[in-house]
C-alpha cells in the first residue's frame, strides 16, 4: 500500500465508526444510557467484579471518566460499588439486577445494521476470508497500541458472547 492511501484509511475507519457509533447510540438512548454507559455494562458483565482500573484497561479511558461514568451508573442503581475484606485500596464493581436486566435488553434491539451487515457478509466464504484477514490485521494494530492482554481480552468475548446468546437468541 503506497503512503498516499493514508487519508483513505483515515476516512473510512472513521465511516466505519460513525456506523457503529450511530447503532450503539440508538440502542443505548432507548435504555437511556450513552453509549459509555452501555459499553460499561457489558465490560462489567464479562469481567463479572471488575476493579476500577481494569474497567479504564479494558475500556481504554483514564481513571477520572471511569469514575465518573460509574458514578452515573451507581446513581442510576445499575452498578454497586464496593470493597473486598481489609483490603481497601481498590474498589469492585458488580452489576446490580436492574443494570444486568439494561444489558440483557440492550440485546432485543434489532438496529445493528453495522452487524446486520457483517452477518450477511459471513454466508459468502471469500467475503468472510477477507474478513478474517481484517480481523488479524485489526488485531495487529491494537496488539501494537494497547497490548497483549487487552487484545487476548476481546479475543475471549465471543465464548462469553456466546453464552449469553444462547439464553437470548436475539442479535
Known amino acids: 500500500m503506497n503512503k498516499s492511501y493514508f487519508p483513505i484509511l483515515i476516512c473510512l475507519i ?11 447510540n440508538k440502542s443505548a438512548k432507548k435504555l437511556d444510557l450513552t453509549i459509555t454507559e452501555l459499553n ?14 481494569r474497567i479504564a484497561e479494558l475500556t481504554i479511558l483514564d481513571s477520572s471518566t471511569v469514575t465518573q ?3 452515573r451508573l451507581k446513581k442510576k442503581q445499575l452498578v454497586s460499588i464496593y470493597k473486598k475484606g481489609e483490603d481497601s485500596r481498590f ?3 458488580k452489576l446490580t ?3 444486568n436486566k439494561k444489558r440483557e435488553l440492550s440485546t432485543t434491539y434489532n438496529e ?12 459468502n466464504p471469500e467475503e468472510r476470508k477477507k474478513m478474517e484477514i481484517t480481523l488479524d490485521y485489526l ?4 496488539h501494537y497500541f494497547h497490548g497483549e492482554e487487552f487484545v487476548n481480552w476481546v ?3 465471543p465464548k462469553k458472547l456466546e453464552k449469553e446468546l444462547e439464553k437470548n437468541d436475539h442479535f
Open 14 to 24: 472513521r465511516g466505519l465508526s460513525k456506523v457503529m457509533e450511530a447503532d450503539l
Open 40 to 53: 460499561f455494562l457489558w465490560t462489567i458483565f464479562y469481567e463479572e467484579e471488575p476493579t476500577v482500573s
Open 69 to 71: 461514568v460509574l458514578s
Open 91 to 93: 474498589s469492585y464493581v
Open 97 to 99: 439486577n436492574k443494570g
Open 112 to 123: 445493528y445494521t453495522l452487524l446486520k451487515f457483517f452477518y450477511k457478509e459471513l454466508d
Open 139 to 142: 488485531r495487529k494494530i491494537n
Open 155 to 157: 479475543y475471549s468475548l
